[in-house]
């Protein structure tokens, strides 16, 4: 029974690159979080995502992230023209339903974002 | 900005002692509480959570109390390990079913 799948691991990028991120939830969620973790901090909530929804993505920067979770396939997520403030951990998090008091968030193991 | 936060940023216990991590939270609608574990290199690990109609839970060797006066949570271990050394995490969930808020995390390293 696979968790929350996330690839690649780690990613490195030159600035001005792109860098796309992959989620697969665990089967049978159709909730897709993304949050972003930067050394020694916490995780910030980025988007919200049910498929072929955006549900929140009231912290998601408004200028060349992007986030989707298609019908079939995995969420991805989009960073155009990285810079080195892109630099982080980029985490995925699925839940069967809307409310953690009846269910939780099963989290991935992150993808390593590092922009040289 | 953020509605949960964390009083100390590091612990250091001896094996064997009880561990106890502090939480403060600003929202006071919130109505569910997490604690995460966080292993270097992998993602959070659900430990053990906690509704705001509850003072207190347990689990194994683990306990959250929560204190709605003065919007405190703490978590404690009981007996604790090398294995438990980790960045802990608590989390609230917002009004309205929002997505997970966290805090900044405690890093607990355990002596032996």
């Known amino acids: 029974n696979a968790g929350v799948m996330q690839n690649p691991r780690h990613l490195v990028r030159r600035r001005g690159q792109e860098a796309r991120l992959r989620c697969s939830p665990v089967?049978?969620?159709?909730?897709v979080y993304w949050y972003r973790q930067l050394p020694e901090e916490g995780l910030k909530f980025m988007v919200y995502l049910q498929k072929e929804n955006i549900i929140d993505e009231s912290g998601m920067p408004k200028e060349r992230f992007s986030a989707e979770f298609p019908k079939e396939g995995p969420s991805i997520l989009r960073i155009q023209q990285v810079v080195r403030g892109d630099s982080a951990a980029y985490f995925c998090a699925s839940s069967p339903s809307t409310g953690l008091a009846n269910y939780g968030y099963t989290f991935g193991s992150g993808t390593r974002l590092t922009v040289v | 900005g953020e509605s949960v936060g964390l009083h100390l940023p590091t612990l250091s216990v001896q094996e064997g002692d009880n561990s106890i991590i502090n939480c403060a939270y600003s929202n006071s609608a919130s109505d569910y509480f997490i604690w995460y574990k966080q292993e270097s290199g992998k993602g959070p690990q659900f430990i053990i959570d906690i509704r705001s109609n509850m003072d207190k839970r347990q689990g194994q060797r683990v306990t959250v109390l929560l204190n709605k006066t003065v919007k405190h949570l703490s978590l404690q271990i009981a007996a604790t390990q090398p294995g438990d050394s980790a960045v802990y995490f608590c989390a609230e969930e917002g009004s309205g079913n929002t997505p997970l808020v966290f805090g900044k995390g405690t890093r607990l390293s355990v002596i032996a």
């Open positions: 089967k049978g969620h159709s909730h």
